[in-house]
């Protein structure tokens, strides 16, 4: 290709750059994308600090991480590589680590089974913000039709220029600041973990082996068709763990994206723990249980039990755009116990400003272990007493699809839409408040009773995503009628 114009465009969404493997998910826009990494660190001087390589179990993933390597070392810059499939997070903590100019993963994270991408660490851990990827995305639109320069693996491996990390042992002893390992294994409990097939797989089990705890993880094997399913853990995709649950013979059930980087749970009867409650769980556990006060920073689709409990516990919260781009640096900004998104994601202060789905899952296990000693339990009856101080969350999200090549122009017509004429009721109740997203790819409707709709374009697949939070189930199924025919046209 010589045609710099014939070049594909590529533009970071809220998590990174994805695409259709082969179509425009190739190895030549991968080392594109490596190229515009290597640039960034170049222009900082920072060879020396290299970057951090990890991958998942998509497929090919393996391949696509070595041809980011192969780039990065032509520039001279040092590899730290992991030796298998790793979560995403665990990039994160070898960034920090190493003190390592950056980290690269290959991973579409929840995205379909079709699809592979290219995520960007800074060298906080956590997700490459709005400037740091500004810069690489301009890199990369320069390398169009370039022959990226590439250096042997082999060649620099043996010459010292890579380094291949197991990261469980240190990433265990990092852990353990923070959180009682040996207490959790001694509990007298019984687990259900779903992996969904990724790079989480074997990482919770391995975590709490040794003790009185027992615990069942399914789907560990590599699969990267993930089951059939978009390995996001949210229903359907989870039912068959539900369905196992609801068998009976476990306590909790823990949940883990393709990933690795987004948590979930469910309780003893199969009943899923949706996202927004798991976010105002562990605002509530860090709060009520480790007696924490520090600010909270939650994406603009996320809950508004997080306001109650800030209101309950003096904690200040903070509302960002859509993405840990932007969640991450603001925890860092305002010191933040704690960040969250809607889409299960939840970094912590005391532990890494990035998301970390093994680490959230073993605090809710730990959250819901403490509520066991003041005499709450089953899960079922501490989501009712949670309930009761956080309030009400009847929450949904529907994706609606389009193709490839109307999505643009849906896209248009939708923001055009709602700006010049937003609904004046919903749920048979007045809209108080419209908010378009500061992003400029969607609005926010609150009604008088709290309840809110979202509509937002994706950042990183061709869809709509219609969001809603409710006082009750009623009015969360208007609510998401309205929006869904909002985005329909009709």
């Not at 259900?192 to 097939?197: D, K």
């Not at 798991?278 to 508004?304: F, K, Q």
């Amino acid at each position: 290709m010589t045609d710099v114009q014939a070049a594909t465009r590529i533009v970071f969404g809220t998590d990174g750059w994805r695409a259709r493997i082969a179509e425009d998910y190739t190895f030549e826009n991968v080392r594109r994308c490596a190229d515009g990494v290597a640039r960034y660190v170049v222009e900082r001087g920072e060879e020396a600090r290299g970057v951090v390589i990890a991958y998942d179990r998509r497929f090919a993933s393996e391949h696509f991480a070595m041809a980011t390597a192969e780039v990065l070392l032509a520039h001279d810059i040092k590899v730290f590589y992991g030796d298998r499939a790793v979560p995403t997070q665990m990039s994160s903590y070898e960034v920090v680590e190493r003190g390592a100019s950056a980290g690269v993963v290959i991973t579409a994270s929840h995205n379909p089974w079709t699809d592979n991408g290219f995520k960007v660490k800074s060298p906080t851990g956590s997700a490459a913000g709005p400037e740091m990827l500004k810069v690489i995305e301009a890199g990369i639109a320069e390398n169009g039709g370039m022959d990226i320069a590439r250096r042997s693996f082999a060649e620099a491996e043996a010459a010292g220029q890579v380094e291949r990390y197991d990261p469980f042992e240190g990433y265990e002893r990092f852990l353990r600041r923070t959180l009682d390992l040996d207490a959790l294994r001694s509990a007298a409990a019984s687990v259900l973990v779903e992996p969904m097939w990724g790079a989480g797989a074997g990482w919770i089990s391995r975590l709490l082996a040794g003790g009185r705890i027992k615990v069942n993880e399914i789907h560990q094997e590599r699969n990267p068709y993930f089951g059939g399913v978009n390995p996001e853990p949210i229903r359907p995709n989870v039912d068959e763990a539900l369905g196992m649950l609801a068998g009976g013979g476990y306590d909790v059930g823990l949940l883990l994206d393709g990933d690795a980087d987004r948590a979930g749970a469910a309780d003893e009867r199969g009943t899923f723990i949706h996202q927004l409650e798991v976010t105002g769980l562990l605002m509530y556990y860090l709060a009520e249980h480790r007696g924490l006060r520090d600010s909270v920073v939650i994406s603009v689709n996320n809950t508004s039990m997080a306001g109650r409990l800030g209101q309950r516990y003096g904690i200040q919260v903070h509302e960002t755009p859509v993405g840990f781009k932007y969640i991450g640096p603001r925890m860092i900004e305002t010191g933040a116990m704690m960040g969250a998104e809607e889409s299960g994601g939840f970094g912590f202060g005391m532990h890494l400003p990035e998301r970390d789905g093994v680490y959230a899952d073993l605090l809710l296990l730990d959250l819901f272990l403490r509520e066991r000693e003041r005499g709450v339990w089953p899960v079922s009856k501490i989501m009712e007493r949670f309930h009761e101080i956080a309030g009400p969350s009847f929450y949904r999200r529907t994706d609606i699809h389009f193709q490839r090549s109307e999505y643009d122009a849906v896209k248009r017509h939708v923001l055009v839409d709602l700006l010049e004429k937003a609904p004046a009721s919903l749920a048979g109740q007045a809209v108080t408040s419209t908010q378009p997203l500061s992003t400029n790819d969607g609005f926010k409707f609150f009604i008088a009773d709290g309840s809110w709709l979202l509509v937002r374009a994706s950042g990183t697949e061709p869809l709509m995503r219609v969001y809603t939070e409710a006082t009750s189930p009623e009015v969360r199924e208007a609510i998401l009628a309205s929006g869904e025919q909002l985005v329909r046209g009709g």
